[in-house]
């Protein structure tokens, strides 16, 4: 796999404000690497490098809205639940909390009504949230269209269990836009709140990042590169992984 360093910067800058209880928000255009950078921060050992003996105070639950099955509230709801369910499972299968995050969600998945669908999430959530000792970071990634298309109570409800479990529950988003330049409202604005002073664009890699992808691939391809070909990468890279790994 890549090396787990890259971006290690915004990861170490991602991670101090999960430690503040603060939610944080990575903006960058396509192919900048912003998926690769939320897989690692779900990391361990990304964690304990970058956190230190502070990375087992937390659970880091990689979301991806590639995966959502319906663009509704329920796909939405389902999607996470899933998530935690798949991650924690792994991580600690032998806690109580699991049996109630897992009926949960079997309710939201067969809800006897649509008002059941927003409780059984809250519900599963509130399960995790109390019944581990570890703060809980969701991370996010494609969540333009769910943002931009989801009923706007959903992120009311997110706002919501936020305020309630303050320092115990951390999102992070990752966008091609700002949050607040894809969609505004009543319904959305105090969520984007929680984001707005701590957003981070994802600019041209650094040298050591571009220097360890052409490792990298050079160790996978068997390929030396010269002096010419890495000041050709160093020039025209300007941020994309996609470039570099063509």
């Given at each position: 796999m890549l090396p787990d360093?890259?971006?290690?910067?915004?990861?170490?800058?991602?991670?101090?404000?999960?430690t503040d209880g603060d939610c944080s928000a990575?903006?960058?255009?396509?192919?900048?690497?912003?998926?690769?950078?939320?897989?690692?921060?779900?990391?361990?050992?990304?964690?304990?490098?970058?956190?230190?003996d502070r990375f087992s105070d937390y659970i880091a639950i990689y979301v991806d809205f590639n995966l959502m099955l319906?663009?509704?509230?329920?796909?939405?709801?389902?999607?996470?639940?899933?998530?935690?369910?798949?991650?924690?499972?792994l991580k600690e299968p032998r806690v109580e909390f699991l049996d109630r995050l897992r009926q949960a969600y079997e309710t939201l998945v067969s809800p006897p009504s649509a008002f059941q669908i927003s409780?059984?999430?809250?519900?599963?959530?509130?399960?995790?949230?109390?019944?581990?000792?570890?703060?809980?970071?969701?991370l996010f990634d494609e969540f333009d269209e769910p943002?931009?298309?989801?009923?706007?109570?959903v992120f009311l409800n997110l706002r919501a269990l936020k305020d309630k479990y303050r320092q115990r529950l951390t999102y992070v988003t990752s966008t091609d836009r700002r949050?607040?330049?894809?969609?505004?409202?009543?319904?959305?604005?105090?969520?984007?709140?929680?984001?707005?002073?701590f957003t981070r664009f994802l600019g041209p890699l650094v040298e050591s990042d571009v220097d360890a992808i052409v490792a990298w691939v050079a160790a996978q391809e068997g390929y030396t590169f010269d002096d010419q070909d890495r000041a050709?990468?160093?020039h025209h890279a300007d941020g994309h992984l996609g470039l570099l790994l063509a």
């Open positions: 360093t890259l971006r290690q910067d915004i990861g170490a800058y991602i991670l101090q404000r999960v990575i903006v960058g255009v396509s192919n900048t690497g912003k998926s690769y950078l939320l897989r690692g921060l779900a990391n361990p050992i990304v964690q304990q490098r970058l956190l230190g319906e663009a509704s509230e329920q796909g939405f709801y389902e999607l996470i639940l899933r998530c935690l369910i798949e991650e924690l499972s409780l059984s999430f809250s519900e599963g959530l509130t399960a995790v949230c109390q019944g581990t000792s570890r703060n809980l970071v969701l943002f931009e298309q989801i009923e706007g109570r949050l607040s330049n894809i969609r505004r409202g009543r319904d959305v604005d105090e969520f984007i709140e929680l984001f707005g002073p050709f990468l160093h």
